[in-house]
């Protein structure tokens, strides 16, 4: 099956089993349209990929710690949406979860979607119980204090910032968790993974923020200009955008470099730099063609 | 050392543990400030008094068990203080967090808190690791979906709902994992001890709203009079004062006598006892007494 297959149908699978009857139902809708349907679905891709370069197995358990992964990017959206902070109208081409069912909901679904997250990793380690503490404590790490994209998002709060440590938090650490998830799913050590996620997340981060910069609304799916409008640490505004577009070139070819030798490594080396073309606003990509 | 001293240290030990100097220092002072001073911390207590009545042989997770409950309880508080919910000015007799903080620092405030949960019972867990995925999956019945404090909340954002599922979803789902996870923490079998939980829960609840209909707003610390304000389901809209009076008294009972056969059965018939008249607005124990 394909890594992305296997996304969907554990996404599928599992908000069927968490919804059931007796939740409300605009809750479980407001829950499902955030999740479905995704956009690239980086991270989880990333972290079951990892977790094939590892021997992958426990594939329930490689399951469970993409779909976590993924939840919780979902929920940062929806709670990153709300009117208190980007006050976003459309989310992947459509129009946000507050928009469509209204801000309490916008709230309640972000809360759901980070439990049920962690209550999908103590499902799907049944198997290898083992796995369960250091997926939960990587997965925390990721997403809370000191350093996840809680923090992330938290400096948006503070008087001074530094745009590096600012970017690792908001959306480089997630995809460290999903790297090094990747490995401890495969009950591998996630020590090698880290780089991975580390560049990989940079250069996430320098694609997005050239795409804020440069691209049509319609490219990205949701609104752009709004690094400058709320003020923002942006690379763009630091290094302008063809110094932007030189370091996510840059980070790209860190990234694969960054690949620990494994039986996987070539097809995780033709994902990143699939991933980073498709990141590219395709007016800078055109003309560096 | 008291219930109540082993509550107050352990979530001392654990913020000071998880903040450290790289945390935002807003957001660290923010989920501080939601978590200190706590107010009766009954949830905690309880979980506690059901682990040492089951016989405490790790009190480390026994620790770890109160700490995630008390730590989504305050999460809850936080967001349910929100403007798009009941929009308070002010909670345990202070200032709402969002009304310090901001709005952005009382969402994200919120979220590490909920993820920090997760967090504390895998570290606690460490030895005794088996117990690990039964506490997540019971903490999450307790606040996600279908019938947690979460799906509670979102039935104030439907159309149609029944007080009691509500209330058992808002108050008693979390009253609920609290007796239940205190017995796993110890390595006892969860099931004797839902009926303790959902009564305490429901008699809580009618508390909550006798508080809401009848006290100053300085005896609950938080503004009064909001059930009717916002068209909430509400036991004393239903059953006038002095019914929903006689429903808490019922529920007591029941919760005293929920309390299975154990060696620490009195010790905790007594704390039940206790909370109950500490809930009770004072005009109304004055003129029953």
């Not at 690239?40 to 079951?48: E, F, I, N, T, Y």
């Not at 938090?169 to 495969?186: D, E």
């Not at 994902?271 to 606003?281: E, H, K, W, Y």
């Amino acid at each position: 099956m394909s890594v992305s297959l296997r996304v969907e149908s554990t996404l599928e699978a599992l908000l069927a089993r968490a919804q059931g009857d007796l939740t409300p139902p605009r809750l479980a809708e407001s829950v499902r349209y955030a999740v479905f349907p995704g956009g690239a679905r980086v991270r989880p891709s990333l972290c079951l990929a990892v977790a094939e370069a590892c021997g992958d197995d426990q594939p329930a358990v490689a399951n469970a710690a993409a779909a976590a992964v993924e939840l919780l990017h979902c929920a940062s959206l929806v709670h990153d949406d709300l009117p208190c902070f980007d006050d976003a109208d459309s989310r992947r081409g459509k129009p946000s979860v507050h928009r469509v069912f209204s801000e309490p909901l916008a709230v309640l679904a972000g809360d759901a979607m980070i439990v049920l997250a962690f209550e999908v990793l103590a499902q799907g380690c049944a198997a290898a119980p083992d796995r369960l503490a250091p997926l939960i404590r990587t997965l925390a790490a990721g997403v809370g204090m000191p350093t996840g994209i809680v923090a992330g998002q938290a400096w948006e709060s503070e008087p001074t910032v530094n745009v590096e440590s600012y970017h690792q938090s908001k959306t480089g650490a997630l995809f460290v968790a999903a790297t090094r998830m990747g490995a401890l799913a495969a009950g591998a050590s996630p020590v090698p993974w880290s780089r991975l996620g580390e560049k990989l997340g940079a250069a996430y981060q320098a694609a997005d923020d050239l795409m804020d910069a440069v691209s049509e609304p319609e490219e990205g799916g949701k609104p752009t200009g709004r690094d400058v409008a709320l003020n923002r640490p942006n690379l763009v505004a630091e290094l302008g955008v063809q110094g932007a577009y030189r370091r996510l070139q840059e980070l790209v070819g860190e990234a694969v470099e960054a690949i620990p030798d494994c039986d996987g490594a070539q097809g995780l080396r033709d994902i990143v730099r699939g991933q980073a073309l498709r990141l590219t606003p395709k007016q800078l990509s055109r003309s560096a063609a």
